[in-house]
């Protein structure tokens, strides 16, 4: 993302996700196995209690969840996001985590004009609150797996309840 052009990609291919900030990698990478469903929210349960044991584990899983709930309901468009394991990012995917990245370091202006983008204008001081608290708790554990496979145009999975898709 180019922060001199309000976060916009810089034209071309979507970025790699190898080449992401690892708080970047662990949020997207959770945010794609949490959406497929039950199966990827375990994988993303068994990384997070394997780094930081069973309570700062669940905190942390309850943190995102709590984050990406709030996140299905607070949207004003549909978000989109690739497929678990694929190697590049797409552009929804850098605002959520850099509204997390952001709000977690402190820079709430940052936070905040990325969650503008996607975030309904009432909802944005709740979402970036949620986004701090979700991003102190990825802080600790630190990065994603790293398994990736290639893959075309991004997605939409299943919907489920809101606009999160």
């Keep these: 993302m180019n922060p001199q052009n309000g976060g916009e990609?810089?034209?071309?291919?979507?970025?790699?996700?190898?080449?992401?900030?690892?708080m970047t990698r662990l949020f997207v990478w959770s945010l794609?196995?949490?959406?497929?469903?039950?199966a990827g929210q375990q994988a993303v349960?068994?990384?997070?209690?394997?780094?930081?044991?069973?309570r700062?584990?669940?905190?942390?899983?309850?943190?995102?969840?709590?984050?990406v709930e709030g996140l299905a309901h607070q949207c004003r468009?549909?978000?989109?996001?690739r497929r678990t394991g694929c190697v590049f990012v797409c552009e929804d995917e850098l605002l959520m985590a850099h509204t997390v990245g952001?709000?977690?370091?402190g820079d709430l202006d940052g936070a905040y004009a990325a969650a503008a983008r996607y975030v309904r204008a009432s909802a944005i001081p709740v979402a970036v609150t949620s986004a701090a608290r979700l991003g102190a708790?990825?802080?600790?554990?630190?990065?994603?797996?790293?398994?990736?496979?290639?893959?075309?145009?991004?997605?939409r999975s299943a919907p489920m309840a809101g606009r999160l898709h």
């Design 45 to 54: 349960w068994a990384h997070y209690t394997a780094r930081l044991g069973g």
């Design 56 to 67: 700062a584990g669940a905190r942390a899983m309850r943190a995102f969840e709590e984050h």
């Design 77 to 81: 468009r549909v978000l989109r996001r």
């Design 137 to 155: 708790a990825l802080a600790l554990i630190g990065d994603a797996p790293s398994e990736t496979v290639p893959c075309g145009d991004p997605w």
């Design 32 to 38: 794609r196995c949490w959406l497929d469903g039950a």
């Design 9 to 22: 990609l810089d034209g071309g291919q979507d970025p790699l996700l190898e080449d992401a900030a690892p």
């Design 102 to 105: 952001a709000a977690a370091a």
